[in-house]
């Protein structure tokens, strides 16, 4: 094993080192290279092996140590690839596609899994709901955390497919930060953001960070207006106790949201949008989507002493989301008139309210290293839905030039009508242990109990429908360091999925007659440096493997069917290397094969189909050039594979690269001056494709931003 990991370092070396380096530049790049491996902010990667952090674990693991596939995207690398909000910055991470359809809030797709089955956190705490993780500006945040396959060990139910978590900024025992931040760009794309922490004297610091955004977007009437805000408060009570109080408030609002260009006849084979018309917007004149998103977050710690800790979270939640649109658009045979049809009225009051408690401690068993984390969480989340909905053509129109109409023109719509309402209470019990086997070998096991109650309150006129379920998940993993440079894993890991997708929305015809789903993955991997430092390198090998699972109906999406099992097998591969003192690159890449093992019903078998929207092939690259302190520039690629757009695989999208570039130059050590490029190529490209109507999410073309960033 060390044999080929040693080789396969040396094939990296090879191809990233240029044949001109003398030695005098070599003895620079290995001064240079402690500070790649470290992951110092003055050399920034996307890998840091050997820094304790709380990504995949609550045992303050390294990533070296964890046996896992974990990636982190901080702060200073989601500044500088130009990340506006918390999607752009998963999407540097390996094996990762994220979108935003308004109809579905975030999108992610990760080791052959997508919408609920991959879990998105904020702070560690899970909305349930794909609806509720629609982007939001990267300004408050200060990284977003991915963990690889079934994670329901760490973070819950709804995780076969991963786990990404997006950490907001607190408050930090500094004296003074301020930073700030202008931007223009094209379609009057505007943001105006500040973050301060301060000391209010010796025990009380404060961070508040605001940003507002704006933009006319690149699809015709999408107006977007956002005002995003957190505030945190810590306070050191004494020198063991400590409280950090923390608030976030989002406003969002949207014209005329834009749900897809619709697919040219005949829908078959590789699908086609005009390209004339690929900016039109075929929503009414009035549609609307609107949130309103309000975050409490009450974190108490209690250091017992240098071994053991106790944290204590309350959180608290509270989203309303609201939608007026027209969403569905279908060209005739001949392609020279579109029926729009799909009149839609919704609104979301979502609230969550739950307290975690942990407890760790690093202590000794029969005489090695034994460290523990054990807690209990208990929360309370509760939705109602206010729907109407009209799925009848509400008119006909030319593909351009045609007069939009307002929603409320629309026979039916009116008043919001209160329609199901469901609670989710959920307790659980968690441990985790790392035990030292010998000096080299270390066994990572962790084991979560959930009980999940259920009570779904349907609209007028039918019965109420109380469930529970009970599940176990885990996982176990072993990790062998070869030397300090290398380390080798492996683990197995499981998971369980709630019917329905997520409960928080479920009707009953979902949850009924359906039991938990369970996932199973298997993982190997590698973790090491190479060339003395210079560069970094993971890679991992899974299968995953998820049985009794239901997933929309082929010819009704509203309903749900059972699909039998899924399995998905992958390797991915990333990098960070310093090819010689002023240039690094950063590069992943991933590859999936995902597939239905067991998938008929009245409509088709679909056994050996991949799933939908579900890219086999992703890949990033980018160079980061620093000849001078004052200067820096980057160039980056992003790879994505075609996808289907149903689950006979009869309908696709093409694959798509994309081609992004920055130039950076400060000013002074205060401030910073940067011109970005996005979609260099102006590629013609679809980020998502509805099942249900085929119509194409166009992705952003080619534009251009300026930015002032201050910092003191």
């Known amino acids: 094993m060390r044999r080929n990991i040693t080789s396969l370092s040396v094939i990296l070396a090879s191809l990233m080192t240029p044949a001109y380096a003398d030695s005098e530049s070599t003895d620079d790049v290995k001064e240079l290279a402690p500070l790649l491996v470290t992951g110092d902010k003055t050399a920034p990667t996307m890998i840091n092996l050997d820094t304790p952090t709380e990504a995949g674990s609550r045992l303050g693991l390294t990533l070296r140590e964890n046996p896992a596939s974990v990636a982190i995207a901080d702060r200073t690398l989601m500044d500088q690839i130009g990340a506006r909000d918390f999607q752009d910055a998963v999407n540097i991470l390996p094996g990762v596609n994220a979108s935003a359809p308004p109809g579905w809030g975030g999108n992610v797709s990760y080791r052959g899994f997508n919408g609920s089955q991959v879990n998105q956190l904020y702070n560690g705490i899970s909305l349930a709901y794909s609806s509720a993780n629609r ?79 704006s933009t006319n977007g690149y699809i015709d009437r999408q107006e977007n207006r956002a005002d995003n805000m957190a505030f945190s408060w810590l306070t050191d009570i004494n020198d063991k106790l400590s409280h950090t109080l923390a608030l976030e408030y989002l406003e969002e609002k949207e014209d005329s949201p834009y749900w897809g260009a619709p697919t040219l006849q005949p829908q078959s084979g590789t699908l086609k949008i005009n390209k004339h018309n690929r900016f039109e917007n075929y929503n009414v004149e009035d549609g609307r989507y609107e949130q309103r998103v309000r975050w409490l977050r009450s974190i108490t710690d209690y250091q017992f002493n240098d071994k053991t800790a106790l944290r204590n979270t309350f959180y608290h939640y509270d989203g309303q989301r609201d939608y007026r649109n027209l969403e569905k658009y279908t060209y005739n045979s001949n392609n020279t008139l579109i029926d729009r049809a799909g009149a839609y009225q919704q609104r979301h009051d979502q609230e969550v309210n739950g307290n975690r408690i942990e407890l760790t401690h690093n202590g000794e068993l029969f005489g090695r290293q034994s460290d523990w984390a054990m807690g209990l969480d208990y929360s309370v989340n509760q939705q109602t839905i206010y729907p109407t909905s009209i799925s009848s053509v509400f008119d006909t129109v030319t593909p351009d030039n045609f007069a939009p109409d307002n929603f409320y023109d629309i026979s039916g719509m009116g008043a919001l009508q209160k329609g199901r309402s469901n609670k989710v209470k959920k307790f659980s019990i968690f441990a985790e242990n790392r035990q030292k086997l010998t000096d080299r070998l270390a066994l990572i096991s962790a084991l979560r109990f959930d009980h999940i109650n259920f009570h779904h309150t349907p609209s007028p006129g039918a019965a109420n429908v109380t469930r529970n379920w009970d599940t176990f998940t885990g996982r176990l993993g072993l990790v062998f360091d070869v030397t300090e440079d290398i380390s080798v894993y492996a683990q197995y890991s499981t998971s369980a999925e709630p019917p329905g997708g997520t409960l928080t929305s479920a009707r009953e015809s979902q949850v009924q007659d359906f039991d938990i789903s369970r996932g199973r993955q298997i993982e190997v991997g590698s973790k090491f440096n190479y060339l003395d430092g210079r560069g970094t390198a993971t890679i991992a090998a899974y299968q995953i493997v998820r049985k009794d699972i239901s997933v929309s109906s082929p010819t009704n999406p509203n309903e749900t069917v059972q699909a039998g099992q899924q399995t998905s097998t992958g390797l991915e591969l990333a990098t960070s290397f310093l090819i010689t003192p002023t240039l690094r690159t950063e590069a992943n890449a991933a590859f999936v094969r995902a597939k239905f093992d067991e998938f008929s019903n009245s409509s088709g078998n679909y056994d050996g189909k991949r799933p939908h929207n579900i890219p086999n092939r992703l890949a990033n690259l980018w160079f980061i050039y620093e000849p001078t302190t004052n200067w820096e520039a980057g160039v980056g690629a992003r790879y994505v594979s075609s996808v289907y757009q149903n689950y006979s695989n009869t309908r696709k999208v093409p694959s798509y690269t994309l081609y992004d570039a920055y130039i950076k130059y400060a000013i002074d050590p205060h401030l910073d001056l940067t011109l970005r490029g996005r979609n260099l190529s102006d590629k013609l490209y679809a980020t998502f494709i509805h099942q249900s109507n085929a119509q194409y999410y166009v992705g952003e073309p080619r534009s251009v931003e300026l930015t002032l960033d201050f910092k003191y």
Do not use: C, M
């Not at 939001?136 to 977003?144: E, Q």
């Not at 700030?180 to 009380?204: F, H, P, V």
């Open 135 to 213: 982007p939001i500006g990267a300004w408050i945040y200060d990284r977003v955390e991915l963990i690889g396959g079934p994670s329901s060990f760490l973070y819950g139910t709804s995780s076969v497919g991963g786990s990404v978590n997006y950490i907001t900024k607190i408050a930090e025992r500094s004296d003074q930060d301020i930073t700030s931040r202008l931007s223009y760009g094209r379609y009057d794309t505007t943001e105006s953001s500040i973050g301060i922490n301060k000391a209010l004297n010796a025990n009380n610091w404060i961070r508040f960070d605001y940003s507002h955004t």
